[in-house]
């Protein structure tokens, strides 16, 4: 004797409907609260406030006529006191610095600032 597929799912549905007709439907109070989940299902998550305490400065960049593009720009990240600690470095090197504050770290310093940035760090820690 050969059984098809079809009537291999038919006698499942059957069977299937035999079941619930012996036990019952659960009552949604019954129902898990929870649904499994799979793999990709996208998780959930709960998000908390954290309170952070950045430390603070007195020092700020000197020449407040000529310090004007640095303390707008790079004030947000760096600290006055980090960037004159630094060694003093060419026109090049600061360039390259500046250059690489905006391609790789993405910082919002827009391209008519870069030569006041330049020029101040040049002549406030530029080498001889």
């Not at 990709?40 to 000197?62: C, D, G, M, R, W």
């Not at 947000?76 to 610095?97: D, I, K, Y």
Request: charged content about 10%; glycine content about 6%.
């Amino acid at each position: 004797m050969r059984i098809s597929v079809m009537q291999v799912g038919f006698a499942a549905a059957v069977l299937a409907g035999l079941v619930l007709a012996f036990i019952g439907h659960p009552e949604p109070s019954d129902l898990p609260t929870t649904t499994p989940t799979s793999p990709n299902a996208p998780q959930t998550f709960a998000l908390k406030s954290v309170s952070v305490e950045l430390p603070t400065s007195e020092v700020i960049f000197p020449g407040p006529a000529n310090a004007t593009a640095i303390t707008a720009n790079c004030l947000s990240c760096h600290s006055a006191g980090m960037v004159l600690t630094q060694p003093n470095f060419s026109r090049a090197a600061w360039t390259g610095e500046v250059e690489k504050m905006i391609h790789t770290y993405k910082a919002p310093i827009a391209e008519s600032d870069v030569t006041a940035i330049v020029d101040y760090l040049q002549a406030t820690k530029g080498s001889k």
